[in-house]
């Protein structure tokens, strides 16, 4: 070992490992060590370059929090996080897509046609949707955890003016797989650009701007649980969200409607007399193990 | 960009950079970009182990100080600061080696000759050598930061009962580049293995020893600065150094001297009467710019 080189310092690193380890620990950790190595070697990493990335996830850790987590805004912007999504979904079933720092791990449960915007004022959106399998029939009782931005465009978490449960619900599906609520049209927003993150899109001359979407966690037994978006086909940054979340499958249209059609059967009947808007959003689960 | 796949998400990162970014900030981001893309895939990594990695990141900030950095330490584990260090050494100049976290801002002066152990017991060492060029000329007046750890195994900035000036010293050599001090032996020790590079290391198989050593920074004008150690040649782990940092020119022999010898001109003189060691480690810079 102390005949290391840059040339073969992967392999030493390889070779350190003790017999008796984990194969897939193994595995990903010399491919990781191999990847970084690989990485330094080819920009000829500097000095100075190694500081400043060492720096960058120093200011990362101090500024990490329950409620604002920079690691894995970092591996959102970087495209990992959307990259792991895609490699682990099932082409018959819902695109995934980011998770974010956003959700909360206590939802106050919402029933089926309830409202989530409860006193916020903006533009009134009617949800709904159907949860299937792959071969398009309905599961009944999935569990829909869903959260979303105010329209000042700050999840709960961000903002001291919010209670920690606005904009956030968990809905059991109906024994058809139907699911149905209503809200106000979350906003487009910036991920939080004052951290190193924010040093990185400036440095890659990027914005921090994400297009509007409403979160799902979707979960039912036997299924694979999916976390998704869904986004209007409407949105400026739907070709420059900056973490890379958006699948063609995802966006919908929010179809206007007119004043006084407001159906009958949610929260909000009778208190929605102007025009408002309507999302099908209809989400299909894989199953836990293919068949 | 809504057209992402796992198999474009490279390309489209790299496309989505700014016209007027920094050139070679620019080629680093993709890079790293492309090498994390091309581990995920290449271990399709679950998102179990991505939120795991994510968690070691957190678990790493949270224990990071400016006493202790846990991300230093982990791009040591990793081989990444010694592969840093290799890409950039002068191969006419002596080996650079990690410069490590216990490093301390203020070293106090220590005068040529003097006694770095001050009131600390063990086996008395005699460093000498002299400070050259890649021609072999010796470099006058250059300057040497000097520390180690205490007999305990534990870094003054470790260890509550050190003042944290305890073995470190900054010396300038005479005008023909010789240096020479005093100390007691520097003990093997363990990086520090109660966080998540513990962990790493324990999956590994591997032990958090790194062999005895000295450290150095030496710098002097017009010359490159080299942070570098030495190690003894009878230590049982300089063939597995946690961190990578042996490099044969390193290893020096500290040749036992007899009870009585000790020479005249040191701070101890007339103090050291048994036996003690003696290590002789000149230092060789590299020019700052290439002929």
Chains 1, 2 share one sequence.
């Not at 990992?80 to 897509?97: F, R, W």
């Not at 990185?200 to 036997?222: F, T």
Request: aromatic share 10%; hydrophobic share 35%; proline share 8%.
């Amino acid at each position: 070992m102390r005949n290391v080189t840059k040339d073969n310092i992967t392999e030493v690193f390889a070779a350190y490992f003790g017999e008796d380890t984990d194969p897939r620990t193994r595995q990903v950790l010399i491919a990781l060590a191999r990847h970084i190595h690989d990485f330094a070697r080819e920009v000829n990493l500097s000095h100075d370059e190694w500081r400043k990335g060492l720096e960058f996830l120093e200011w990362a850790g101090r500024i990490t929090t329950p409620e604002r987590n920079e690691f894995v805004l970092l591996s959102d912007v970087l495209g990992l996080s959307s990259l792991v999504d895609m490699m682990h979904s099932t082409p018959e079933a819902t695109s995934s897509s980011v998770l974010g720092p956003f959700h909360v791990s206590n939802p106050p449960a919402l029933e089926i046609g309830g409202d989530m915007k409860r006193d916020f004022e903006g533009e009134v959106l009617l949800v709904e949707g159907t949860v299937r399998d792959t071969s398009g029939k309905p599961i009944p009782r999935a569990m829909i955890d869903i959260w979303q931005t105010a329209p000042n465009g700050m999840y709960s978490s961000q903002d001291p003016d919010q209670d920690i449960h606005s904009f956030h619900g968990l809905m059991t599906c109906d024994w058809e797989g139907r699911y149905a609520f209503t809200t106000v049209r979350p906003v487009s927003y910036t991920v939080p650009d004052d951290g190193p993150v924010g040093e990185i899109l400036r440095a890659a001359g990027r914005h921090p701007w994400r297009p509007s979407h409403l979160h799902y966690i979707v979960s039912a037994p036997g299924h694979r649980q999916l976390v998704t978006e869904v986004f209007p086909d409407d949105d400026p940054y739907l070709d420059q969200d900056t973490v890379f979340g958006v699948r063609d499958d995802l966006v919908m249209t929010y179809v206007p409607q007119p004043a006084g059609s407001f159906p009958e059967g949610f929260a909000l009947s009778g208190k929605v007399e102007g025009s408002y808007s309507r999302v099908d959003f209809d989400l299909v689960l894989a199953p836990l193990h293919e068949a």
